[in-house]
């Protein structure tokens, strides 16, 4: 079955650390350029991180810039979010997504399900 | 960063109708506009790429169109599985942005 799966998410204090986990299964993973996106509740989704199917370049979003690291094993079809001095404004479900194949910086075709990020004291 | 204005930010509407719904860009992005449907408790899912190409399995009723930094979705005759919210997305950069999303909801 051609799909992601989104693990790791849960809560944590301001300043704490996360690592999140995402399985891809039923495409050619290490062809494909891969994301992590965040939706806050009630808000629209926003684009947190990408990382090229060789694993560089990557890019993050200014909002996570210096606290949050994408990266990714291709032999084991997994993308990660190491995400670091965590505040309460990080608090959201996080999307693994995948770039429409064919052109560098696409669309995203392929969502995961999400896993819940809330950070509070 | 682009940032894209979408209207109306809520929209009320019944089955049959015709809708439309507009993306602004803050500056040209050529034709990588995006569109996508999310319903509660759901990822979004890929409606229109490339301003007006159709996803595959997505129903024809949904057309966009545009280029620069104008664009529109339209819906041609809007039915029960539609409403949903829809979000604009631009990736003409890696730093992909999206609307802040228009409420398609029974009239």
């Known amino acids: 079955e051609v799909q992601l799966v989104e693990s790791g998410g849960g809560s944590v204090q301001p300043g704490g650390s996360l690592r999140l986990s995402c399985a891809a299964s039923?495409?050619?993973?290490?062809?494909?350029?891969m994301n992590w996106v965040r939706q806050a509740p009630g808000k629209g989704p926003e684009w947190v991180s990408y990382?090229?199917?060789?694993?560089?370049?990557?890019y993050h979003a200014d909002s996570v810039k210096g606290r949050f690291t994408i990266s990714r094993d291709n032999a084991k079809n997994l993308v990660f979010l190491q995400m670091n001095s965590l505040r309460a404004e990080d608090t959201a479900l996080y999307y693994c997504?995948?770039?429409?194949?064919?052109?560098?910086?696409?669309?995203?075709?392929?969502w995961g399900q999400g896993t819940m990020v809330t950070v509070s004291s | 960063d682009i940032q894209m204005t979408q209207s109306p930010s809520t929209l009320s509407a019944s089955v049959g109708d015709r809708v439309t719904i507009t993306c602004r860009a803050s500056?040209?992005?050529?034709?990588?506009l995006a569109w996508y449907q999310q319903k509660p408790g759901k990822a979004p899912k890929l409606l229109i790429y490339?301003?007006?190409s159709l996803e595959s399995g997505v129903p024809s009723r949904f057309s966009g169109s545009g280029s620069g930094t104008e664009f529109t979705l339209t819906i041609s005759s809007l039915q029960p599985d539609d409403f949903a919210t829809y979000y604009c997305?631009?990736?003409?950069?890696?730093?992909?942005?999206f609307g802040q999303g228009t409420k398609v909801e029974i009239k």
């Open positions: 997305q631009q990736y003409n950069t890696y730093s992909r942005t």
């Open positions: 490339k301003a007006s």
């Open positions: 990382i090229d199917s060789s694993g560089t370049p990557i």
């Open positions: 500056q040209s992005i050529s034709s990588w």
């Open positions: 039923g495409f050619t993973f290490s062809s494909c350029e």
């Open positions: 997504a995948r770039d429409q194949p064919g052109r560098a910086r696409g669309p995203f075709d392929m």
